[in-house]
């Protein structure tokens, strides 16, 4: 255990750059993901709809560096990330619906087909972000405790919610609930099993042993 606990406190913290390297990737593949999926581009470049985007970029970019910063106490960073969540769902619901956001909606039976549509995307961005971010964990950051897994699974959902507040502006607010909030959901069971079997991964190595490695399960949490 102790070798264990050397490893998780001495181990180095990247720079500021790096951490903003990191979280830039998340709006990077979000953009890509979001804008990339699109049929046109009616109506994307307005203030209305890329502010409400915006915001929730600069809080997943935000997230490395608030992970490995010493300047805030355990506690703040976990208000700071509760005021993130809540600020991202809402400003996933602030594009305005108008008659071009709303027209795919109006075909007879276009409901389901469109939640389908946009859960698929938003599971391919939060599933690639899941991997980017296991990456980051476990390469370049200190290892996570399990709250921090739980965080990194969080927050690869919202770099989901992010590519398809860019993908698909303004829609109904029951599309929104069923599918932009709906594949967060769906993922975030997975990329927390990705994320614990790293930390078991890695600790195995650290310690080496079944046995041993049960000792400093508690280590992760």
Known sequence: MTDALQFILNQPRPGRAKTFAIGGGLVVLAALVGLGARGDFEETWTLVNLAPAAGMALAVLLVPWIYVTRALAPSRKVGLLAVFAVLILLASTLQPQTEVSLRKFQPAGSFWPENLHCLLIGL???????????????????????????????????????????HCMGPLW?????????????????????????????????VGGRSALKSIEKLGE
């Open 124 to 166: 391919l961005a939060s599933g690639l972000a899941s991997l980017w971010l296991d990456l980051a964990f476990y390469k370049w950051l200190p290892t996570p405790n399990q709250r921090w897994q739980g965080i990194a699974s969080l927050t690869a959902g919202a770099t989901g919610l992010l590519a398809l507040t860019l």
């Open 174 to 206: 029951s599309h929104i609930a069923v599918s932009h909030w709906g594949q967060a959901l769906v993922l975030f069971p997975v990329a927390a099993l990705q994320q614990r079997w790293l930390f078991r991964r890695r600790m195995n190595q650290v």
